[in-house]
Nanobody, 127 residues
Framework: VQLQASGGGSVQTGGSLRLSCALR????????MGWFRQAPGAEREFVAA????????YYADSVKGRFTISKDNAKIMVYLQMNSLKPEDTADYYC?????????????????????WGQGTLVTVSS
């Protein structure tokens, strides 16, 4: 399984970006997926998570109301719509996946909860 993230870039405060992550390889079955971010010198932190069918979502308090995670199971992709961006959102953003077909499996907030990771995509928000 490989995850490929894209969509990062540079925006000003208040701007928007949409990150995408494609899952390739073992495409049958279901996957719970998530987004994390890591700023320079900081630990990787949870941003948002979604269960395998997209019916349950969970967000870090720092992004709640501004970011939206969504999933397209037909394409096996996960998205992160980021609005009202702030300079403190600047980081490398990583998508992650774990095999799961349980609707209740969405509260995956630790990096160790996931089996597969994509490469980072850099988001820079300037003031």
């Amino acid at each position: 399984v490989q995850l490929q993230a894209s969509g990062g870039g540079s925006v000003q405060t208040g701007g928007s970006l949409r990150l995408s992550c494609a899952l390739r390889g073992r495409t049958f079955g279901g996957y719970a997926m998530g987004w994390f971010r890591q700023a320079p010198g900081a630990e990787r932190e949870f941003v948002a998570a979604i269960n395998w069918d997209g019916s349950r979502l969970y967000y870090a308090d720092s992004v709640k109301g501004r970011f939206t995670i969504s999933k397209d199971n037909a394409k096996i992709m996960v998205y992160l719509q980021m609005n009202s961006l702030k300079p403190e959102d600047t980081a490398d953003y990583y998508c992650a996946a774990k095999p799961s077909v349980y609707t209740s499996n969405y509260y995956n907030t630790r990096p160790t909860d996931y089996d597969y990771w994509g490469q980072g995509t850099l988001v820079t928000v300037s003031s």
